[in-house]
């Protein structure tokens, strides 16, 4: 017989008298473990990973006390990172981009590019980048000023990766009284809706744009409001608090006559 054969045939009798024997299987389960613990300890050791558990200090002489260590799951695994040495690539001890990139920077920020297009004038460097954002005076104007327009970048990236027609449909179905920001902030949400396939916790789809459009006009004016409440046009809603300070409604006072507050 075939040895690949007798091994297969060993295994499935293992296996078929575990199922007949619960109690003998509990107990061949255990010893295969510590007949296996070994060989696993080997192999880590081969390796490195005993050598990398066994570290106290990171490369740069900090050590890792459960303050200082960050766990980050990659590859299946779990590593550990410093985060004195994450503090001191993001604090202000590295040197200035030179001239030209500065420049270049800023008229990235000027030009309001997305932000993978102005990092690559630093080398997709985060850390140089913001270092002189905190330390250039222009350079920290012209940030907050991009920072604005991150909703209307977005959904103009959205707008490129989606299909022209798309975007028309969409386009065809919203009001005319809404500014152009306000629409190309609407498609945006539409075109990311169908992009994961749910809205609202639903399955969307672009075929379902225009029964639901006015789910994402509605959205839009809750995260972007501009009427002024208490006036003529939006009264108070009647559960309104009438004092900041106490549990008294405007139902309450519609409710009840001015004569009941007047003292015997």
């Known amino acids: ?17 575990c199922k007949l024997h619960p109690a003998w299987a509990r107990r061949a389960q255990a010893l295969v473990e510590r007949n296996a613990q070994p060989g696993k300890l080997r192999k880590l050791e081969q390796m490195g990973v005993l050598a990398k558990r066994a570290k106290t200090h990171c490369s ?12 980050r799951t990659r590859c299946g695994g779990v590593q550990r990172e410093c985060r004195q040495c994450e503090r001191d690539r993001q604090a202000d001890r590295g040197p200035l981009p030179k001239p030209e990139v500065l420049a270049k920077l800023a ?23 913001y270092r002189a954002v905190r330390q250039v005076p222009e350079l920290r104007a012209l940030h907050e000023e991009w920072k604005k327009g991150t909703a209307e970048r977005k959904a103009r990236a959205n707008i490129r990766t989606g299909d022209k027609k798309r ?7 919203l009001p005319a009284h809404l500014s152009q920001s306000a629409k190309l902030q609407i498609v945006g949400a539409v075109i990311e809706a169908h ?3 749910r809205y609202r916790g639903k399955p969307f789809g672009i075929t379902k744009t225009k029964s639901r459009i006015k789910e994402f006009i509605a959205d839009y ?5 501009t009427k002024a409440y208490g006036d003529i046009k939006t009264p108070w ?7 900041d300070d106490g549990a008294t409604t405007l139902a309450d006072r519609a409710t009840r006559s001015i004569w ?5």
């Open 60 to 71: 740069r002489g900090h050590r890792f006390t459960p303050e200082n260590t960050r766990l």
């Open 107 to 129: 008229e990235a920020l000027r030009r309001k590019l997305t932000f993978n297009s102005i990092l690559r004038h630093v080398r997709n460097d985060c850390c140089a980048f």
């Open 1 to 17: 017989m075939p040895l690949k054969d007798a091994v297969n045939r060993s295994y499935d009798g293992y296996y078929s008298h």
């Open 260 to 264: 009941d507050e007047v003292p015997l």
């Open 195 to 197: 992009r994961v396939r």
């Open 221 to 225: 004016w809750r995260d972007n409001p």
């Open 167 to 173: 975007v028309a449909l969409v386009m065809d179905l």
């Open 237 to 243: 809603s009647l559960d309104a608090p009438l004092y």
